[in-house]
């Protein structure tokens, strides 16, 4: 206990680790500038303060509408996916649930894979077309699971969301599939979101992420304490006067907004949600009220941190950066079940 009371006691400090991060991701590309110049930059932007003269204008440029951007929209997504992660394990009672596990990931790449093959065009929101159409087709999704769930089993158990989330997943990626081998000259497009990718997002999409991490992150921390009582299981949680089926539908609908957002701004990022809410509850204990805030940073942290190989290894190209979540995340997911199938 001594330890864990610790631990929280220096949460603080990754205030500074997070900037550090920030920085160096933001550092790092085929112009290497230093943090130095990176600090006085965004002080210049954010301040007015006049930069010093070594500074050069392309650098300016570089830092501040391409990196900074694109490393902040990595750190948003990666700790809103971890998030949405930890609340989906805590209530389904799953250590190797997601939020992609109820159908969030198949749905908007159903919908993305419609609009790509149809070409639509929507007036006065062209460049954000796409987000939008994956963002509610990603939570459309999860809405048809809650509703069929509590349609089906009047408990809303945890096996029935389950089910109800593999099934809709399984249906709506065998009629993407079958849309792309129809119309396979819009193949590459398709596959490409899904694989995700932070390149050329400019400060839009950071605008666009604050408020749906907001409202999806004070969700969560509403119900900590109720998803701390449903760790002992329904029955205990019932018992203590918790609404078990009400809170568990708005913690369902806080996953939506959260996980529907990233997918929407991001393209399908898979393993992040998985990995990080363990690695939170290993090192600071399993209190929700601790776990959700120290998901979302070390999520973030990861997420910068994997971007970085995602554009430097093969640059100018760009590697998917879910491809290389997954070369991580894929043994973590074996490490997880057969521990746990070990322990059994």
């Known amino acids: 206990m001594k330890i864990l009371n610790n631990k929280r006691k220096y949460t603080w400090l990754w205030i500074p680790i997070v900037i550090l991060i920030l920085c160096i991701g933001t550092s790092i590309g085929s112009s290497n500038i230093n943090i130095k110049d990176i600090i006085n930059i965004i002080i210049n932007k954010v301040f007015n303060v006049p930069l010093p003269n070594n500074i050069n204008p392309q650098d300016v440029a570089i830092i501040w509408v391409i990196r900074l951007p694109r490393v902040l929209l990595a750190f948003i997504v990666g700790g809103i996916l971890s998030v949405s992660g930890a609340i989906t394990q805590s209530i389904l009672k799953n250590p190797l649930a997601s939020p992609y596990t109820i159908g969030v990931s198949a749905g908007a790449s159903l919908g993305v894979g419609v609009y790509i093959i149809l070409g639509i065009s929507i007036p006065f929101i062209s460049s954000f077309s796409l987000p939008i159409i994956g963002f509610l087709c990603g939570v459309i999704t999860i809405f048809t699971v809650i509703i069929f769930s509590n349609k089906v089993d009047r408990g809303f158990s945890n096996n029935t969301v389950v089910l109800a989330g593999m099934v809709l997943s399984l249906f709506a990626s ?3 599939t079958t849309l792309t081998a129809l119309f396979s000259e819009d193949l590459k497009s398709i596959a490409m979101w899904q694989m995700g990718s932070f390149s050329m997002k400019g400060w839009s999409y950071v605008i666009a992420s ?14 900590t304490r109720e998803m701390d009582i449903l760790s002992f299981g329904e029955e205990q949680a019932m018992t203590t006067g918790v609404e078990v089926q009400k809170v568990k539908k708005y913690l369902l609908i806080a996953v939506a907004i959260l996980s529907g957002s990233a997918v929407a701004l991001s393209g399908v990022i898979g393993f992040v949600d998985l990995i990080i809410p363990h690695v939170a509850r290993k090192v600071f204990g399993s209190e ?3 776990v959700i805030p120290m998901s979302f940073i070390i999520g973030g942290i990861f997420m910068v941190l994997t971007d970085i190989p995602s554009r430097t290894v093969i640059s100018p190209s760009e590697l998917p950066i879910g491809a290389i979540t997954a070369v991580i995340g894929a043994p973590f997911f074996a490490y997880i079940y057969f521990s746990k199938r070990k322990r059994r």
């Open 288 to 290: 929700h009220k601790i």
């Open 210 to 223: 604050i408020p749906f991490c907001i409202i999806g992150l004070l969700v969560a921390l509403k119900y």
């Open 174 to 176: 065998a009629l993407l």
